[in-house]
């Protein structure tokens, strides 16, 4: 019996040997790529806090006519170019606006966040693809306007919405193309709301209890006042698309505007402007303190 033992003992450790090599090489081929994934994703959050920084600030400042108007995503970056090293500032937004598409890209395709496959987590999945190519859109947005300054260094972006709403409309069935987007925006806000409603936006956060209180409260502002922002920008969409009007179309920027004409419009777009910067902060919160799971992800 013992004759027989022996070299089965003996394979029985050259294959854990061999199993623990082989593990030892998967995680030294996945470990940098996991850390440069998690770094991207990071830099990510960061990009989107500012960009929303940025938004709620024009705003704000237009709320109290400091400035002209309020901005959306383009508007708010392309302010920036008027700034000291505005250049080099928008070329790692960019890059951060590209790395929070690929975020999105785990989220929704490889379930980064473990959510699973009911059906409110395919809808949120399918939320956050969404969501990546529309951040995906602005990064490329960004560079394309890198090429000519000018073009950066022109404050009204207002137009684009209404230019992109006119090509749809010569399509057939533009015009539901156009509703539909309009019907999504308007659902994206009604669960921002949601979000802030609910809370919890904590949950994924790994810091102190306080901070992570206090970020929670930061993120419900946030979610709270872009939902409002979403729903108003989703609702004029809609209308643009059922009276194939162009001229109706908007975008966040379109909206926050249509918020200020409202009644008491610039005490409500004050409001809303300090949530936006409230969204910017938590993103910024997510950068360093959000639990992404890369490194598994990309091991996986």
């Not at 854990?16 to 996945?30: F, K, S």
């Not at 308007?186 to 949601?194: E, L, R, S, T």
């Not at 920027?253 to 910067?277: C, I, K, M, N, Y």
Request: proline share 3%.
């Amino acid at each position: 019996m013992a004759s027989r033992s022996g070299p089965v003992m003996v394979a029985a450790s050259e294959h854990e040997a061999e199993t623990a090599v082989r593990q030892t090489l998967r995680w030294l081929r996945a470990a940098p790529l996991g850390a440069l994934t998690q770094l991207a994703c990071r830099f990510g959050y960061a990009a989107r806090g500012f960009v929303y920084l940025s938004i709620g600030a024009i705003a704000l400042f237009a709320a109290l006519e400091l400035a002209p108007e309020a901005e959306g995503s383009m508007g708010a970056l392309r302010a920036w170019a008027q700034w000291p090293l505005g250049f080099v500032l928008l070329w790692v937004t960019g890059l951060g606006l590209y790395g929070f598409a690929g975020w999105r890209l785990l989220q929704s395709v490889f379930d980064a966040d473990r959510q699973g496959t009911a059906m409110k987590a395919i809808l949120t999945r399918l939320g956050q693809a969404i969501s990546g190519a529309v951040y995906g859109g602005l990064g490329y947005s960004v560079f394309g306007a890198l090429d000519t300054l000018e073009d950066l260094a022109e404050p009204d972006d207002q137009g684009a919405e209404q230019a992109a709403a006119q090509q749809a409309l010569a399509m057939p069935g533009g015009e539901l193309a156009i509703a539909a987007v309009g019907v999504f925006v308007f659902a994206a806000g009604v669960a921002n709301i949601v979000k802030a409603v609910r809370g919890n936006l904590d949950e994924r956060l790994v810091c102190q209890d306080r901070l992570s209180e206090a970020a929670g409260l930061i993120g419900r502002i946030g979610y709270g006042a872009r939902g409002v922002a979403f729903l108003t920008a989703g609702t004029m969409l809609a209308r643009a698309g059922l009276h194939a009007s162009a001229e109706e179309a908007a975008g966040l920027g379109d909206a926050l505007q249509a918020l200020e004409r409202a009644p008491l419009g610039s005490p409500l777009l004050v409001l809303v402007a300090l949530g936006l910067v409230a969204f910017g902060l938590f993103a910024l919160l997510e950068a360093r303190y959000r639990i992404i799971p890369a490194s598994e992800v990309v091991e996986d």
